[in-house]
């Protein structure tokens, strides 16, 4: 079954100190995994999905199939990237997305 | 304006009613989708639909029905089986076939009086 798990709640962390928001996965499938976001009074958008690998915002995550994880990484953490993250779930050819409980990041000046 | 739209932003229920939630999207996107925001649950899927005409349950469907009878157009109804359904409520689309980028609506938050 398809299960993702973001095990913190919460993330505290000071400006310019780096971030990682940690995402697990259980997929049997060859998976597809996104990162969203949901900043203050905004809608849900996506920050980025790992077939891309890309860099947003300063942000990259890295797909670990041994480890099953694709954790959310940034090296200088900006106040205005205080926000809630989700990781997302996809199967290859399927349209069913699956979130975590998310993480809420809070930078601190 | 491209996107998707939700509506009512605030919603009431009473008890044994059954209420409907309307999401209309534009970006004539095939899929659309049902989200059940609770805290510290993440969004759990309710009802997805790939094409129109045809949906299928998500984990948490019951309590819950939809229709697709157009395109543009996603309905969800709340009815009085939903024993609990005090939420937050997203509607999302994507373009097509696989694992696509979600578009999100604002969402609707669903109160019991």
């Known amino acids: 079954a398809q299960r993702v798990t973001q095990p913190e709640k919460l993330l505290s962390v000071f400006k310019g100190a780096p971030v990682e928001l940690k995402c697990n996965y259980s997929y049997s499938g060859s998976p597809e995994l996104f990162w969203y976001v949901q900043y203050s009074r905004q809608r849900l958008q996506l920050l980025l999905r790992?077939?891309s690998r890309e860099s947003i915002k300063g942000f990259t995550a890295d797909l670990n199939k041994g480890e099953t994880s694709f954790h959310l990484k940034k090296p200088f953490a900006q106040e205005e990237d205080s926000a809630m993250y989700y990781c997302a779930l996809s199967g290859t050819g399927g349209f069913k997305t699956i979130f975590g409980a998310g993480t809420r990041l809070f930078v601190k000046a | 304006d491209g996107g998707i739209t939700q509506s009512p932003k605030y919603l009431f229920r009473k008890e044994g009613q059954n209420v409907t939630l309307s999401c209309e999207q534009n970006?004539?996107?095939?899929?659309m989708y049902w989200y059940r925001q609770d805290p510290g649950q993440g969004l759990r899927l309710i009802y997805y639909s790939q094409i129109v005409n045809d949906f299928q349950k998500g984990d948490i469907a019951e309590g819950y029905s939809v229709s697709r009878e157009k395109k543009e157009s996603f309905p969800l109804t709340v009815t009085s089986a939903q024993k609990n359904p005090t939420a937050f409520y997203l509607c999302?689309?994507?373009?097509?076939?696989?694992?696509?980028?979600?578009?999100f609506g604002s969402g609707t938050q669903l109160s019991v009086l």
């Open positions: 999302a689309s994507s373009k097509g076939t696989g694992a696509e980028k979600l578009f």
């Open positions: 790992h077939i």
């Open positions: 970006l004539n996107h095939d899929a």
